[in-house]
């Protein structure tokens, strides 16, 4: 905390808070586009967060990315913790393995000595085999336990680095570039004013459910990521940004 002062984070922290409109913004030193440690501050950040607002039997919903496969890593057990259970929030987003919301989940529960559940879906579904599967009663039983989740951990991506990563047919990466998409969240693309130009269909929460009863952390550094933060915090602020320096900086140069 000290650090922190010294290195004048804490000013930065504040004017950020202003201009997102975020209620509390967390910033670790450093740049983690550049370095992996600095996820794992980021990481441990989080952790702190969570812990802090946690109630016991909370449902903890988690999306899948790198920087939330670092904050996993970060889990430590705590007896509040330890009562909750952690679930993916939504289905796959054509992650690898060991980014996928399943996995980090139970990576998160594992090391909280936690309770989670998976959910099986593919990654792209027909709109029929979305219809069918959502009354299958066992994918409804994991549907209703993630809408009751009241907390909700999730990464942010640059669109157009997202879309690349999940192998994207050409059609829609110009789709992407002519509507202009600069961030990604959640399996939702948006424009630099926080418009969603396309959603990602797959089972878990939808954005319109996160209403004022779920609190969001979310966590997204890099000096690469500066526009995508400050694009998806338009469409809707989040009541918990932990982030990086560089990231930090870049937001409060533009515009
Ligand atoms: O694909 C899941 C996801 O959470 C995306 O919604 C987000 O854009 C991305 O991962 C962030 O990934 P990373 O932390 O690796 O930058």
Same mark, same amino acid.
């Not at 919301?101 to 027909?126: C, K």
């Given at each position: ?92 987003? *054509?992650?690898? !393995?060991?980014?996928? =919301?399943?996995?980090? $989940?139970?990576?998160? /529960?594992?090391? @909280?000595?936690?309770?989670? &559940? ?94 004022? *009863?779920?609190? !969001?952390?979310?966590? =997204?550094?890099?000096? $690469?990521?500066?526009? /995508?933060?400050? @694009?998806?915090?338009?469409? &809707? ?19």
């Amino acid at each position: 905390e000290m650090m922190k002062e010294i290195l004048g984070l804490r000013a930065l922290e504040t004017e950020l808070e202003q201009k997102l409109g975020v209620t509390k913004v967390v910033i670790v030193p450093g740049n983690s586009d550049e370095e992996d440690w600095v996820k794992q501050e980021m990481g441990q950040a989080c952790v702190r967060e969570l812990k802090s607002i946690i109630i016991p039997s909370s449902v903890v919903a988690v999306m899948g990315g790198t920087t939330l496969a670092a904050v996993a890593q970060m889990m430590t057990p705590d007896p509040k913790v330890s009562q909750s259970i952690f679930v993916p929030a939504r289905g796959g987003l *054509g992650e690898r !393995v060991e980014n996928q =919301a399943n996995t980090i $989940s139970a990576e998160f /529960a594992d090391r @909280a000595g936690a309770e989670y &559940r998976l959910m099986h879906v593919p990654d792209q579904l027909s709109e029929e085999a979305y219809s069918s599967l959502v009354l299958e009663p066992s994918v409804k039983e994991i549907l209703d336990l993630i809408k009751t989740s009241r907390i909700l951990l999730h990464g942010i991506g640059d669109a157009t680095r997202m879309a690349a990563r999940r192998s994207s047919e050409e059609p829609f990466m110009n789709k992407l570039k002519r509507e202009h998409a600069v961030a990604e969240a959640f399996g939702y693309y948006f424009n630099q004013t926080g418009e969603i130009i396309h959603k990602q269909r797959t089972i878990g929460l939808q954005l319109d459910e996160l209403d004022a *009863g779920k609190h !969001v952390i979310s966590v =997204a550094g890099g000096a $690469s990521k500066a526009n /995508a933060i400050a @694009a998806y915090m338009k469409h &809707r602020p989040s009541d918990v940004l932990i982030t990086d320096e560089a990231a930090a900086k870049g937001l409060l140069h533009n515009e």
